[in-house]
């Protein structure tokens, strides 16, 4: 069963904590993203990989990091320089750079 | 940059009607266009995509149009069912720099019976 999977579902965040989001893969995608996404808004990107051990900083990069240290995972920390962290955060891979992108089932991260 | 905006934030329709979802973009050189679909709760999921080299494309019950001219593209949705309620987003890569796909803000389309 091929996919993107998120974990977790929910997460909560006290502040002043780091906060490491899962997403892998298994649909061998060379590319994988990170989105975050508000209420009303359209997605925006943190972060992109368009290849294992290289990473690219999206539009909204401030306050995250991420690794890629294996083809199939693309984890994301919210780090506590993140001033407005809560949102719901999705994971996408595509084949290539310019190829459709294909969605995980989202994290929802509140801060307390 | 690129901008795609969405005309209208809210459809409602009844079932069996056809739905027209409408956006926009604003650079010439974007070249590949996607709309998703977004239940809520849930990440969103490829509906149908097409190329610049395109004017229409059809799927099951789905038709994505392009009009490069006015930069516009629809998606038409046939004989609508309940189970199309959801926000539809339209993404578009345009044809410079690395190309990152730009997301509009999404139409959210309500089927009543």
């Known amino acids: 069963d091929g996919g993107i999977t998120q974990s977790p579902k929910y997460l909560f965040r006290k502040e002043g904590q780091n906060v490491t989001l899962s997403c892998e893969q298994n649909?061998?995608?060379?590319?994988m993203y990170w989105y975050r996404q508000d209420p009303g808004q359209g997605l925006r990107l943190i972060y992109y990989?368009?290849?294992?051990?290289?990473?690219q900083k999206g539009d909204i990069a401030e306050g995250y990091s991420v690794s890629r240290e294996k083809k199939e995972s693309f984890p994301l920390t919210v780090t506590s320089a993140q001033k407005n962290p809560t949102a719901f955060y999705l994971c996408a891979s595509s084949s290539a750079r310019r190829d459709t992108q294909y969605f995980g089932p989202g994290t929802r991260l509140t801060v307390l | 940059g690129e901008s795609v905006g969405l005309h209208l934030p809210t459809l409602s329709v009844q079932e069996g009607d056809n739905s027209i979802i409408n956006c926009a973009y604003s650079n010439s050189a974007s070249d590949y266009f996607i709309w998703y679909k977004q239940e809520s709760g849930k990440g969103p999921q490829f509906i149908i995509d097409?190329?610049?080299?395109?004017d229409k494309r059809q799927g099951q019950r789905v038709t994505v149009l392009l009009n490069k001219t006015v930069k516009h593209l629809s998606l038409q949705i046939a004989a609508t069912q309940p189970g199309d309620s959801a926000v539809y987003f339209c993404?578009?890569?345009?044809?410079?720099?690395?190309?990152?796909?730009?997301f509009g803000k999404g139409t959210m389309l309500l089927v009543s019976p």
């Open positions: 097409i190329r610049s080299n395109m």
């Open positions: 990989s368009q290849i294992v051990n290289d990473f």
């Open positions: 993404a578009v890569f345009s044809n410079s720099g690395y190309s990152t796909l730009t």
């Open positions: 649909l061998n995608h060379d590319a």
